[in-house]
């Protein structure tokens, strides 16, 4: 026996159903209707479900119907702000209309996304703007800022998500003033956290939700105690986001920023009552001293903190190097506190400043249990405590909230910064069914039980359901894994990849995108290829996009645009964030070359603290957790190439081991069912035939 609700959506995804009028391309697939009918039944029931859904299912669509339909209120939380953008400024509006329904949708992001008018004030007085063109952006910025309604910077053209200008006209939990800002009736964190709390679809992200988990401070404590239905999309970056959120981090570029907002404030409202150039110079010698003493390390080095230091690192001389910051934030906070009442700015400093203090501490005690320490070493340095995964926060954090008194979640007004007020609805709790839980993405593992992403998020009891892509793979790709190829720790092996991948994208013009596993093979193949293409007259050469070298949402537009009206592609040469949500339908993309197997690098003190713990449990640290790491990093690498039902092209695996080792078969199962190319003349043929 089916469910109202069920029965609803079952109608909405028929051919001639309501998702007919909300989308020009809708077609009825199995597929989707089988997850939305799971999400509804979930919804109906409450419970956990967790589904993966190929790449072409159109899992969207199979979670916001039954979401919508169901009358609930909901919160969609997304790994990207590029879906999180979609899902409200796209998505849930078509279908809102297409169902005719009076729902309100709100948009949440964190405080760091929105301008800060308090912030931009103190901006157009800082006399240590970065550069001159930083003016130029500032007046930009606030002409722009007389206009917007969000406040949201992602709306501002042309503003480059790395410009240092970012912070100084962004708030952070520790600087803001919160209700006592001269600016709080028009801020636009406080407009948005209301319009959140007012309505019935809220689209928040990973991070979002995790840094309220770890401070209670974003406005979560009051939402998700109303909500009904929680729906966690591109669910498989979860885990990874929520050990950033759950340790504990000091930067020496934390201690920066504060001793430079110190300065600031200090000169502007209490010039010659404190001497700030004495405490800011403290702090800015404590930090670079402790920078010093970790010595001349490559950029990206994570060193292992076992026992008192950082290995390498003389124990003696990191004590004092710690001590000597602790002190410095000491004395900050001595200095604060005597103007505290001149300006809300100093009171803030100074909770900065004792916050810092009390980090320093923590450093300075033993790791806690099932966690690891290490220190990232750049310009700066960052000292990391990470638990190993989320499942214990998840199971005593956020599953139990639907057993919960409301009221014990809803933390109290400090905790709150004096934003919002609660309003009086009806809660999970009092939800018949119980809170819903949706876990859903196009990659969550390599096994039929999903084990990679349930048991490190503590939802092994959830139920499971795999969806496959309804795409035809046999007829629109092909896998090419070339024989004679150099092993991938030989020193030729990334020249050899540029020159694959150079040869694909001369006979296609462009149209390839290169995928490397570190940031070395990146620049190496970015440059290979470059001086290969200059030996092609300049109408035929295709233009190199390289991964760091312009904004992500610069050479995304450029390489869709690049095959446009006739004119040849590009190559893009990236890593990291590339392999997943990058998302290039059509021809402009036909050849995805992936320099190496993704395996976790067992240096990073993360992985191998995971590895020691499964190798403590008496299991396999490689079978475990290293194969089906690379298992799920390689299909959404291969998730680039076909987006549509009418997309074709080639993926090129530059990795010998994928057919010659045992564990070669696990990772080719788990790659989409592509028909194989045995030899370079076969590769030579299937990218002669894109072209026609």
């Given at each position: 026996?089916?469910g109202?609700?069920?029965?609803?959506?079952?109608?909405a995804?028929?051919?001639?159903?309501?998702?007919?009028?909300a989308?020009?391309?809708?077609?009825?697939r199995?597929?989707?209707?089988e997850?939305?009918?799971?999400?509804a039944?979930?919804?109906?029931?409450g419970?956990?479900?967790?589904?993966?859904?190929?790449?072409?299912?159109?899992?969207?669509?199979s979670?916001?119907?039954?979401?919508?339909?169901s009358?609930?209120r909901v919160?969609?939380?997304?790994?990207?702000?590029?879906?999180?953008d979609?899902?409200f400024?796209?998505d849930l509006?078509?279908?809102v209309?297409?169902?005719?329904l009076?729902v309100?949708?709100?948009?949440?992001?964190?405080r760091?996304?929105?301008?800060?008018?308090?912030?931009?004030?103190?901006a157009?007085?800082d006399?240590?703007?970065?550069e001159?063109?930083?003016?130029?952006?500032?007046?930009?910025?606030?002409?722009?800022?007389?206009?917007?309604?969000t406040?949201?910077?992602?709306?501002?053209?042309?503003?480059d998500?790395?410009s240092?200008?970012?912070p100084?006209?962004?708030?952070?939990?520790?600087n803001?003033?919160?209700?006592?800002?001269?600016?709080?009736?028009?801020?636009?964190?406080?407009?948005?956290?209301?319009e959140?709390?007012?309505?019935?679809?809220?689209?928040?992200?990973?991070?979002?939700?995790?840094?309220?988990?770890?401070?209670?401070?974003?406005g979560?404590?009051?939402?998700?105690?109303?909500?009904?239905?929680?729906?966690?999309?591109?669910?498989?970056q979860?885990?990874?986001?929520g050990?950033?959120?759950?340790?504990?981090?000091?930067?020496?570029?934390?201690?920066?920023?504060?001793?430079?907002?110190?300065?600031?404030?200090?000169?502007?409202h209490?010039?010659?009552?404190?001497?700030?150039q004495?405490?800011?110079?403290?702090?800015?010698r404590?930090?670079?001293?402790?920078?010093?003493?970790?010595g001349?390390?490559?950029?990206?080095?994570?060193?292992?903190?076992?026992?008192?230091?950082?290995e390498?690192?003389?124990?003696?001389?990191?004590?004092?190097?710690?001590?000597?910051l602790?002190?410095a934030f000491e004395?900050?906070?001595?200095?604060?506190a005597?103007?505290?009442?001149?300006s809300?700015?100093?009171?803030?400093?100074?909770?900065?400043?004792r916050q810092?203090?009390?980090?320093i501490?923590?450093?300075a005690l033993?790791?806690?249990?099932?966690?690891?320490?290490?220190?990232?070493v750049?310009s700066?340095?960052?000292l990391?405590e990470?638990?190993?995964?989320?499942?214990?926060?998840?199971?005593?954090?956020?599953l139990?909230?639907a057993?919960?008194?409301?009221?014990?979640a809803?933390?109290?007004?400090?905790?709150?910064d004096?934003?919002g007020?609660?309003?009086?609805?009806?809660?999970?709790?009092?939800?018949d069914g119980?809170?819903a839980?949706?876990?859903?993405?196009?990659?969550?593992?390599?096994?039929?039980?999903?084990?990679?992403?349930?048991?490190?998020?503590?939802?092994?009891?959830?139920?499971?359901l795999r969806?496959?892509?309804?795409?035809?793979?046999?007829?629109?790709?092909?896998?090419?894994?070339?024989?004679?190829?150099?092993?991938?720790n030989d020193?030729?092996h990334?020249?050899?990849?540029?020159?694959?991948?150079?040869?694909?994208?001369?006979?296609l013009?462009g149209?390839?995108?290169?995928?490397t596993?570190?940031?070395?093979?990146?620049?190496?193949?970015?440059?290979?290829?470059r001086?290969?293409?200059?030996?092609?007259?300049?109408?035929?050469?295709?233009?190199?996009?390289v991964?760091?070298?312009l904004p992500k949402?610069?050479?995304?537009?450029?390489?869709?645009?690049?095959?446009?009206?006739?004119?040849?592609?590009?190559?893009?040469?990236?890593?990291?964030?590339?392999?997943?949500?990058?998302?290039?339908?059509?021809?402009v993309?036909q050849l995805?070359?992936i320099?190496?197997?993704?395996?976790?690098?067992?240096?990073?003190?993360?992985?191998?603290a995971?590895?020691?713990?499964?190798?403590?449990?008496g299991r396999?640290?490689?079978?475990?957790?290293?194969?089906?790491?690379?298992?799920?990093?390689?299909?959404?690498?291969?998730?680039?190439?076909?987006?549509?039902?009418?997309?074709?092209?080639v993926?090129?695996?530059?990795?010998?081991?994928?057919?010659?080792?045992?564990?070669?078969?696990?990772?080719?199962?788990?790659?989409?069912?592509?028909?194989?190319l045995?030899?370079?003349?076969?590769?030579?043929?299937?990218?002669?035939a894109?072209?026609?």
């Open positions: 026996m089916t109202a609700l069920e029965d609803q959506v079952r109608d995804f028929a051919q001639d159903g309501a998702l007919s009028r989308a020009e391309q809708f077609r009825e199995s597929g989707q209707t997850m939305a009918i799971a999400v039944r979930t919804i109906d029931q419970g956990v479900l967790v589904v993966e859904a190929g790449t072409g299912v159109g899992k969207t669509f979670y916001l119907v039954p979401a919508l339909l009358g609930e919160l969609l939380s997304t790994a990207t702000k590029t879906l999180q979609q899902l400024g796209r509006p078509r279908l209309e297409a169902f005719g009076p309100r949708t709100a948009l949440l992001k964190g760091g996304s929105y301008l800060c008018l308090h912030r931009l004030d103190l157009r007085h006399a240590s703007l970065p001159r063109g930083s003016l130029r952006t500032l007046a930009k910025i606030e002409q722009w800022s007389k206009a917007t309604r406040g949201d910077l992602a709306e501002l053209p042309g503003l998500e790395r240092p200008l970012i100084l006209i962004t708030s952070t939990r520790e803001c003033l919160g209700a006592q800002c001269p600016q709080f009736k028009p801020c636009h964190v406080n407009l948005a956290r209301r959140a709390l007012a309505a019935d679809i809220v689209v928040i992200n990973h991070h979002l939700f995790f840094a309220d988990l770890a401070v209670r401070e974003t979560m404590a009051e939402l998700l105690p109303t909500v009904s239905v929680v729906v966690f999309d591109e669910a498989h979860l885990n990874e986001t050990v950033q959120f759950l340790g504990a981090q000091l930067g020496s570029g934390q201690a920066l920023d504060f001793a430079r907002d110190m300065l600031g404030a200090g000169l502007q209490a010039r010659g009552l404190v001497d700030w004495q405490l800011v110079a403290a702090v800015e404590a930090a670079r001293e402790l920078r010093l003493v970790v001349k390390q490559w950029p990206g080095a994570k060193l292992r903190w076992l026992g008192a230091s950082p390498g690192v003389d124990p003696d001389a990191w004590q004092r190097a710690l001590d000597d602790l002190q004395l900050s906070a001595e200095g604060l005597t103007v505290s009442e001149i809300l700015d100093f009171v803030r400093l100074h909770e900065r400043a810092l203090a009390k980090r501490a923590r450093f033993p790791c806690e249990i099932d966690s690891v320490r290490w220190v990232d750049g700066q340095l960052r990391i990470s638990p190993l995964d989320i499942a214990d926060a998840m199971r005593k954090r956020v139990k909230i057993e919960a008194d409301p009221d014990a809803d933390g109290d007004d400090e905790d709150l004096g934003y007020e609660r309003p009086a609805r009806e809660t999970a709790e009092q939800h119980g809170r839980w949706v876990f859903t993405s196009a990659t969550l593992g390599d096994e039929p039980t999903l084990r990679w992403f349930t048991e490190p998020c503590g939802l092994q009891d959830a139920e499971v969806v496959q892509s309804p795409f035809d793979y046999a007829s629109q790709a092909a896998l090419y894994v070339p024989r004679a190829f150099p092993k991938p020193p030729s990334s020249q050899r990849v540029a020159q694959l991948a150079a040869r694909g994208a001369t006979e013009g149209r390839t995108l290169v995928l596993t570190t940031l070395r093979a990146l620049r190496t193949i970015g440059d290979a290829m001086q290969q293409f200059e030996l092609l007259d300049a109408e035929a050469r295709p233009e190199v996009l991964q760091g070298e949402r610069v050479l995304m537009d450029r390489f869709r645009e690049g095959a446009s009206a006739g004119r040849v592609g590009c190559v893009l040469v990236a890593s990291a964030s590339f392999w997943e949500g990058f998302d290039a339908p059509g021809d993309l995805v070359v320099d190496k197997l993704p395996f976790p690098p067992p240096n990073d003190p993360l992985v191998e995971r590895s020691q713990r499964l190798e403590a449990q396999s640290s490689f079978a475990d957790y290293s194969l089906p790491e690379a298992a799920v990093a390689l299909k959404q690498g291969a998730g680039r190439l076909i987006r549509r039902e009418t997309d074709s092209g993926l090129a695996i530059c990795d010998t081991r994928l057919v010659a080792m045992g564990y070669g078969r696990r990772l080719l199962a788990a790659l989409p069912p592509m028909r194989r045995e030899n370079e003349s076969d590769f030579e043929a299937a990218l002669a894109l072209k026609t």
